[in-house]
């Protein structure tokens, strides 16, 4: 098996994965209002968050509304409120069973670090894939990846089989990891760029760069502006010897991204490997220059 995957220290941006994106099981969105409310003490807040401290005020038995409250606080980096609405949710769960609001309860105490209450709070769930997801999520955000895979054996759905298949590459199990994001890819009618981009660092990590190209070239077709999915293809393009197709991936990105300066280095990057030393000096005067150029625009 041959890993193609380049150095981390190399001048260009890492071929990468897509992070796992947050699990969200409330069904229905919170409302979005167009304009901010003013509050009696002169702060603006949002009018969601302000609708949402209201109904949870007239609604003082509700979880369903603590939980929104707690969404809302966390959506405006209001944590330690929205902490206290999470625990608030969890208390009135016990009388009035919710899971649903049980769930955003915990998916924020998870994104705020409350991982102790989190784990608890997962006591009040009923065994299911809604409770295997929270509880992996919980398990990848304090590190244990075996965890992690014990909450995620008995599920298969889209983000059960996508999660999966990042702890796999996390673990360097790069056949389970096609196995398990191809799985993926099936259980929906509309796969993510992340799962693409993820399944084609895996197939790059065997030496399969043709499906890495294929794969994360679907990706960029759903996600056309993404750095990350630009600079993997440039990578395999590269490992493939294929140096115009790589170079045709950071013109198109340059076009998108004129004032980037990071795309002038993957430029430089690849033509030192290329040999073209003196093209790749002529790439790095012209990426100082424009450092300089956009240092002054800035003071201006």
Not at 147 to 172: I, S, Y
Not at 258 to 286: C, M, N, S, T, Y
């Amino acid at each position: 098996m041959t890993l193609v995957l380049p150095e981390r220290d190399r001048l260009v941006a890492p071929v990468d994965l897509i992070a796992m994106a947050p699990v969200s099981f409330i069904s229905d969105e919170l409302p979005v209002f167009p304009h901010a409310l003013e509050t009696s003490d002169e702060t603006i807040v949002p009018a969601h968050v302000a609708v949402s401290r209201a109904l949870a005020d007239e609604n003082t038995d509700s979880p369903t509304a603590a939980a929104r409250l707690a969404q809302a606080e966390q959506s405006i980096g209001e944590n330690e409120r929205a902490i206290a609405a999470a625990r608030r949710t969890l208390t009135l769960v016990k009388k009035s069973p919710d899971s649903a609001a049980t769930a955003a309860a915990i998916q924020v105490l998870i994104g705020n670090d409350s991982l102790d209450d989190a784990s608890r709070a997962l006591q009040l769930l009923p065994n299911g894939a809604i409770r295997g997801m929270l509880g992996a999520r919980l398990a990848l955000h304090r590190g244990n990846l075996e965890e992690t895979l014990e909450w995620l054996n008995e599920l298969d759905g889209f983000d059960a089989l996508a999660m999966k298949g990042w702890v796999h590459l996390q673990r360097a199990e790069w056949p389970q990891a096609i196995h398990t994001l191809r799985g993926a890819i099936s259980a929906t009618e509309r796969p993510t760029p992340g799962v693409l981009v993820n399944l084609g660092y895996a197939y790059a990590a065997v030496g399969s760069l043709k499906k890495a190209v294929r794969a994360t070239k679907q990706a960029q077709l759903l996600n056309p502006d993404s750095h990350l999915i630009a600079f993997n293809l440039v990578a395999f393009h590269r490992a493939c010897g294929d140096f115009e197709a790589a170079e045709r991936e950071i013109k198109e990105l340059q076009q998108r991204h004129p004032d980037d300066v990071r795309i002038h280095f993957a430029e430089a990057d690849l033509r030192l490997a290329a040999g073209e030393i003196r093209g790749a000096q002529k790439v790095l005067q012209r990426a100082r220059a424009h450092i300089v150029t956009l240092g002054l625009s800035r003071h201006d």
